[in-house]
DNA sequence: CCAAAAGTTTCTATATAATTCAACTTTTTT
DNA sequence: AAAAAAGTTGAATTATATAGAAACTTTTGG
């Protein structure tokens, strides 16, 4: 099994921050991708919640819901509804994008 | 309020894989791109299913769920959790991606 | 036009996501 | 090193997404 725990976790986020998508307040930097994989969901937020200032019991209020709500999404992430993620990136005023990408050559029907 | 049925909507996607994106063939006729919108959810998982050429039936196979099932995560799709989303874009080999977009002048702390 | 196939709907059950509250732990500030 | 602020956790509750079955409707092909 691969290193997985929630530290290790964070640091890469950090680090594809400054490394890969460039400079504050390059645009480049203000524009975030990643797989939708739910192991990383809860990063996503919380580093976007950072980058906002906002602490979780202020993006809480946003939303209205309760602080410990919003570490549970922030940490516990297993599976989540669609709403709670439009809710959530809404109130830290991020667009959220989906692509669905298919490439012929990967399909045989049985 | 805007004409909002689901025949518009299915026409809406018609017209964009084959006007925005291109001809069938080309790479880029097979990556669709589309905001985080749960009306339209529904629609992209029909458009991918007829893509493959499979019924709701074979598809629901595919994941181990009735045909009522698929008929419900394409019509009714009021808020599903990513799981789900996944299972079925995994089960259709359409790679799902998320992205997270968030511009610096957009967000005013109160 | 009829039959079969495909898709939809309703009813129902079960699992689990969303949420709160309060106590607790960790981090930050002074 | 205390106090305050921020974050975490567990238990309990509520809301709702997932799901199947069966009856129904619509579409398609002969």
Known sequence: MATKN?????MTLDQMKDKDIG???TPERDKYEFDLRMEVLG?????V???????QEQLGELIGVQKSQISKLERNTKNVTIETILKVFR????????????NESEFKVA
């Open 6 to 10: 929630k530290k290790m976790k964070m």
């Open 91 to 102: 109130a830290l005023k991020a667009n959220v994008r989906f692509s669905v990408e298919m």
């Open 23 to 25: 400079k504050v307040g």
């Open 49 to 55: 919640r950072k980058e906002r200032k906002l602490t």
């Open 43 to 47: 990063d996503m937020i919380k580093s």
